[in-house]
Structure formats: C-alpha cells, structure tokens
Nanobody, 123 residues
C-alpha cells in the first residue's frame, strides 16, 4: 500500500490550502485515514481523520470549523481542506492509513504512511 500526499505550500494567514492523499496498491475495503502534522520541536499529532466506509470523522479541537476531511472512494483519495489558516498551522503534514474501519488518535495505530508535505502559513 502506498500513500501519496500532495498540496502543501506557502500561504498567508487567513488563506486556504487543500491537501490530497492518494492510496494505491493493495487497498482494503474498509480503512481509516488520518492527517497528522508535526511542527518543529513538537510531537506528531492527529489533525483530522475519517473512517472511509462509514464516513465518521474526527477533528482536533484547534482545527474544528476550519478544516474539512473528505473521501473520494472511487479514486481512493482523501482530501483535507484547510481554511482560515493560522501561522500555528505551519507544520509538515502526513497522511496515514489504518487497516481497520475506525480511526484512532495514536500514530502507532496506523499501518501505512505517506511522505510529508510542508504547509507554511505566514503572518
């Protein structure tokens, strides 16, 4: 299973970016996909996640109302729409897939990882 993340970049505060994660290879009918982020000197934390088959989502408190995670099942792709970006959203963002139906908060629960994509929000 391979995960390919794309869509990072540089944006001013208040702007928007959309990240995509394409899942390929031997995929599973039910899996969960999460977006994690890691800022310099900080731990990698779950930002948003979706249980692909049932559509149940999770958002970290500090992104609720600003970020939206959605899945395109036909394309095996998950998107993260990020609006009203803040400088504190600056981090490397990673997508990760879990071979179970429901998402989990811990990165150790995820089986496959994509490469990171840098998101930089300037003030």
């Amino acid at each position: 299973v391979q995960l390919q993340a794309s869509g990072g970049g540089l944006v001013q505060a208040g702007g928007s970016l959309s990240l995509s994660c394409a899942v390929s290879g031997r995929t599973f009918s039910n899996y969960a996909l999460g977006w994690f982020r890691q800022a310099p000197g900080k731990e990698r934390d779950l930002v948003a996640a979706i249980s692909r088959s049932v559509g149940i989502t999770y958002y970290a408190e500090d992104v609720k109302g600003r970020f939206t995670i959605s899945g395109d099942n036909a394309k095996n792709t998950v998107h993260l729409q990020m609006n009203s970006l803040k400088p504190e959203d600056t981090a490397i963002y990673y997508c990760a897939a879990r071979r179970r139906e429901y998402w989990r908060l811990s990165e150790g629960e995820y089986d496959y990882w994509g490469q990171g994509t840098q998101v930089t929000v300037s003030s």
